[in-house]
């Protein structure tokens, strides 16, 4: 009950925070994400699309923007975490670590998330602050990807992170074949619908 009580109250304080940050910057932020995916898969040099799907590409699909998806977690670091093999979609795994845990509350019920660190992106100095949620939820194969969808995030500087769930996104694999997307350990499911970041 005390766990619980504790991150309602982070939840509280995010709706605070949030208040004095201007949900209209929120709204922005948010919208410039969008906006940033729509060009990356638009573009030639950095979209995953073939040539023919890409030329007729009119936009990724998005859930409508809901700031109640807007959490702050209590953030657990985790200690003494070994590295291991993620699976992908394709044939090969990819080195990961769990860098922490994410509590927190949404619609009045408790959950957790684990977030990882990539071993390789570690080693590159512009990465290695990197960190990602890769998580299913209710919408998982219907309407959403069935290999589920990831958040980015770079490592907290305090004991709590902002999870902005209307920044989930598919991996590429959700559009073409070909790459090889981690897929989110059974850890990450979250027995509730998501209904918000990017969608079919």
Request: charge should be positive; glycine fraction near 4%; include cysteine.
């Amino acid at each position: 009950m005390k766990r619980f009580t504790a991150i309602f109250f982070s939840v509280f304080l995010a709706h605070f925070l949030f208040a004095q940050k201007d949900s209209a910057e929120l709204l922005k932020e948010i919208k410039q994400f969008q906006d940033d995916l729509n060009k990356e898969y638009k573009n030639a040099e950095t979209s995953p699309l073939p040539k023919e799907m890409r030329e007729s590409f009119s936009g990724l699909h998005f859930f409508p923007i809901d700031l109640h998806y807007v959490v702050t977690a209590k953030f657990v670091r985790t200690s003494n975490e070994r590295i291991f093999a993620m699976p992908t979609s394709g044939n090969i795994t990819k080195q990961y670590v769990k860098y922490g845990e994410a509590e927190f509350a949404l619609k009045g019920k408790e959950y957790k998330l684990s977030i990882y660190q990539s071993v390789d992106l570690a080693r590159q100095r512009k990465y290695r602050d990197y960190l990602f949620i890769p998580f299913r939820d209710a919408t998982s194969g219907k309407e959403t990807y069935g290999g589920g969808r990831y958040i980015d995030l770079t490592i907290p500087r305090s004991d709590t992170v902002v999870i902005n769930f209307n920044m989930a996104y598919h991996p590429y694999c959700a559009y073409t074949e070909g790459y090889n997307c981690p897929i989110p350990p059974r850890e990450n499911s979250l027995p509730v619908k998501i209904e918000a970041g990017v969608r079919f």
